[in-house]
């Protein structure tokens, strides 16, 4: 397919691309099979990705090894070992993997009820739409957002608390780990059925059918059919709405300011003002944070593969 | 199957309190500055504010920015990968994929660290570097959303003809991308374009750290400080990010296709 452009390309004398490549000649071009003048067009991209993409976080990678005198060091790593750190990342994996397995499972329920759930034409498009609206509308409004609703003079809090039940004093906190979590829920639902509405679809109706047919319950169906092939797209899911949550700081910020005791929020705070005294730690808790954002993503890209097979 | 409709409905009832709820409860917040009765107060003062006004402007010109040098970079890319580099795509999609791998406040910390007073290129050391230096964070942070809206548009088109009809009419390659690819393609850019700034204007972690007067950080500033004013700010992002999503599905109607035969 690309060698009838070529041909065309090589007989033209205009294109500026055309001309490094007849000058540098065939061989050159069977051997790489891709022309230096394509190598230009990508190069913006490679350039921009090596110098904002991966030299930064190899420079923390790289710097969270480092003493201050620069020679090689594991004391960074071994500093991350304290109560505080510790306890930051426990409450970080906590809220991200709640916020992530609330938000999958409303997420798909809503969004079976809303595919399959024979509800009128055009609230799909409506649920789709908001979605996408919602799924964006995260950081600082979103903590604005829930201050207002379950904040101590949140409408939600003032109206119950007008029928009896005053939650506060019950035992909820906005600006706790559970207060966190339903809030990024706000975001991680919606991304959820942005995600697995394609995967739904993919569910054919005659399966539903021939079970039927073959005397299945609709439980059946749904334990035998139609979780088994949901399945490596739902956990997949799963890992991205964790590090979706994981590297969120802007919502968690707004809301609680530094009183939540998460990473994100801790390792703001230390490149703000260097609160744990030493930079090399900075660049550890960030490492930290990378390999716990990349293992969800791996995890992520290795099912999503998988899931492909089943969904052709 | 009767009961099946009935939950249905009962789940997107939950779906719709707690979705709107929220949203109804931060409009009558904003609205409730004096004691008695509605007002619009809280938004007069918001948007009365210089801050406001200089911080908006400012997010929205770095946004706007951000998504020309974004185009610039993934443009050509998409294009070359689509056409005659298909050997890259893993490579590319890769890459486009480290910015939703990376969470924001690690990429940022590693510009600091790397583009500071002492280093080779110290973009921090003047106030057009610091700049430029967040306006390529938001190329990144959009990266991943530019690059698949863009290579989605060239995939409706027939990509490999137009190349070659160009070509035989005498037209360079730069010519190519920019009077024949790029038109073609301007729904597509035009949606990426819109999700980018919607992500972008009010972004608070990488502007905050960079100490830059961005909206993201005058917004949590606000909310630090009063009381009703950040409702009515939700209010208006809300608004603003609705437009921005609204505005790429009203697009998706007008994208143009090319016929393959």
Redesign the interface.
């Given at each position: 397919?690309?060698n009838?452009?070529?041909t065309?390309?090589a007989n033209?004398a205009?294109?500026?691309?055309a001309g490094v490549v007849s000058a540098s000649g065939g061989p050159l071009r069977a051997l790489q099979?891709?022309?230096w003048?394509?190598?230009l067009?990508?190069a913006?991209?490679?350039i921009?990705?090596v110098m904002?993409?991966?030299?930064?976080?190899a420079?923390?990678v790289i710097?969270a090894f480092q003493a201050n005198d620069g020679s090689f060091t594991l004391q960074n790593i071994a500093d991350l070992g304290t109560p505080q750190i510790l306890n930051s990342f426990w409450i970080s994996i906590r809220v991200s993997v709640a916020s992530a397995l609330l938000g999958a499972a409303?997420g798909l329920?809503?969004a079976l009820?809303?595919i399959r759930?024979?509800?009128p034409e055009g609230?799909r498009s409506t649920?789709m739409?908001?979605s996408?609206?919602?799924s964006?509308?995260a950081?600082?409004?979103?903590?604005?957002?829930?201050?207002?609703?379950?904040g101590r003079?949140?409408?939600?809090t003032v109206g119950l608390k007008l029928v009896g039940i005053d939650i506060y004093r019950a035992g909820f906190n906005l600006l706790s780990f559970w207060g966190l979590t339903l809030t990024y829920?706000?975001f991680q639902?919606?991304l959820m059925i942005l995600i697995i509405a394609p995967a739904i679809d993919g569910l054919k109706k005659e399966w539903s059918e021939a079970a039927a047919t073959l005397g299945a319950t609709?439980t059946q169906f749904w334990r035998y059919v139609g979780l088994p092939v949901l399945w490596p797209n739902l956990l997949g899911t799963l890992s991205?709405l964790f590090?979706n949550a994981?590297?969120?700081?802007?919502t968690a910020?707004?809301l609680t300011?530094s009183s939540l005791n998460i990473v994100?929020i801790l390792?703001?705070a230390q490149?703000?003002g260097d609160v744990l005294n030493n930079p090399g730690l900075?660049?550890a808790l960030?490492v930290g944070?990378?390999v716990i954002?990349?293992l969800a993503?791996v995890v992520y890209?290795i099912i999503r593969t998988r899931a492909e097979r089943w969904l052709k | 199957m009767k009961s099946a409709k009935l939950w249905s409905w009962v789940i997107f009832a939950i779906g719709v309190l707690y979705f709107l709820g929220p949203l109804l409860a931060t409009v009558q917040f904003s609205l409730s500055i004096r004691r008695t009765g509605y007002s619009l107060d809280a938004y007069t003062n918001v948007l009365q504010s210089p801050v406001f006004q200089q911080t908006f402007l400012y997010s929205l010109t770095v946004g706007i920015a951000a998504i020309i040098v974004g185009l610039v970079i993934v443009v050509p890319a998409a294009y070359f990968v689509r056409l005659r580099a298909p050997q890259l795509r893993p490579i590319i999609e890769f890459v486009t994929l480290l910015p939703l791998i990376i969470p924001p406040i690690i990429l940022v910390f590693g510009y600091i660290r790397l583009y500071n007073s002492s280093s080779i290129l110290p973009l921090t050391n003047t106030d057009i570097g610091t700049n430029i230096l967040l306006t390529l964070a938001y190329v990144a942070l959009a990266l991943p959303y530019m690059y698949r809206a863009v290579d989605t548009g060239l995939r409706t088109i027939d990509v490999q003809t137009l190349t070659e009809a160009a070509n035989i009419l005498g037209a360079n390659t730069p010519t190519i991308l920019l009077r024949v690819i790029f038109p073609n393609i301007i729904v597509a850019v035009l949606s990426g374009a819109f999700l980018t700034l919607a992500i972008v204007i009010g972004e608070f972690t990488m502007a905050s750290l960079l100490n830059r007067q961005a909206f993201g950080v005058y917004m949590q500033n606000v909310g630090a400080n009063r009381a009703f004013e950040p409702a009515a700010l939700a209010v208006i992002s809300f608004v603003i990010t609705w437009a921005a999503m609204g505005a790429i599905q009203l697009l998706a109607r007008f994208a143009p296709k090319t016929q393959r035969i």
């Open positions: 397919m690309s009838s452009a070529d065309i390309v033209t205009a294109p500026a691309s099979g891709v022309r003048g394509d190598y067009g990508v913006p991209f490679l921009f990705a904002f993409l991966i030299l930064p976080t420079w923390l710097g409303a329920i809503i009820a809303v759930g024979k509800l609230i649920v739409t908001f996408g609206v919602a964006q509308f950081g600082i409004p979103l903590a604005f957002a829930f201050i207002a609703t379950l003079l949140g409408l939600l829920c706000y639902i919606p609709p991205l590090a994981f590297g969120a700081i802007a910020y707004a300011g994100p390792l703001y490149i703000r900075g660049a960030a944070m990378i954002a990349a993503n890209l | -």
